[in-house]
């Protein structure tokens, strides 16, 4: 990877990374107290994360009587959490800030090659959970980071995330065609190209055989062929 300095990183996008209390318990709320996320055929996926957290945590979740009780029961275990922690997690942010100071540009020149685009967002913050589930909100401009992965890892995951800011700035009009799901799993199957690495969504299975049947021109020819495989 190529060092960048500061200035450059500046210019290029500030990322804000922090551990919020308010945010891990919202992502543990929507994830694991019920599953508010689209599925794409990750049929048992609030069970799998359940059985991956902490024992005392999945006891009193499954007791939650309501997400009030749900609410204040993930806030209070990771109240006490974070204060346990407090050096890992500061730790983390320091080790995702060294790793994004070494790979922003590439990240970001990576994606404006891919979409033959610009890159137009001037700031992102990062959300740092103790839950193995990233969400993110584009209105927002925020992503979640899994603390527990590497750095390296951590910024695919922003890579992976960030692909799908340029989805949304560069295509919304393809969602009017699709319909709110399906625009989702085009989106989603994109990190076909930015992660390569990634398996991919179960219901991604289809849009990603097709985007490795051939070599395309540009992005804009997958995602014509991807618009028309999920039309008929």
Not at 169 to 196: A, D
Request: hydrophobic share 30%; charged share 35%; net charge positive.
């Amino acid at each position: 990877m190529d060092r960048t300095d500061d200035k450059n990183i500046e210019n290029q996008m500030k990322l804000y990374i922090q551990y919020s209390l308010g945010k891990d318990t919202e992502n543990y709320l929507n994830g694991v107290f019920e599953f508010k996320h689209l599925k794409h055929g990750r049929e048992n996926i609030r069970e799998d994360l359940l059985a991956k957290i902490d024992p005392v945590l999945r006891n009193k979740i499954e007791k939650a009587v309501n997400k009030e009780d749900a609410q204040k029961a993930i806030f209070d275990f990771l109240s006490k959490w974070r204060k346990e922690n407090s050096k890992f997690i500061e730790s983390v942010i320091k080790n995702l800030k060294s790793e994004w100071n070494l790979s922003s540009q590439e990240t970001i020149k990576k994606l404006e090659t891919l979409y033959q685009k610009q890159f137009l967002f001037d700031k992102t913050t990062i959300y740092l959970t103790s839950l193995p589930l990233c969400p993110y909100s584009y209105k927002e401009k925020y992503l979640f980071v899994y603390l527990r992965d590497s750095a390296e890892k951590q910024v695919k995951t922003i890579l992976h995330e960030l692909n799908h800011f340029m989805f949304y700035f560069y295509y919304p009009e393809l969602k009017k065609k699709l319909g709110h799901e399906k625009y989702e799993l085009l989106k989603e199957s994109l990190s076909y190209f930015s992660n390569p690495g990634e398996k991919g969504k179960p219901n991604e299975k289809g849009l990603r055989e097709l985007y490795a049947s051939k070599d395309w021109k540009n992005l804009d020819e997958a995602i014509k062929s991807g618009l028309d495989f999920l039309s008929n």
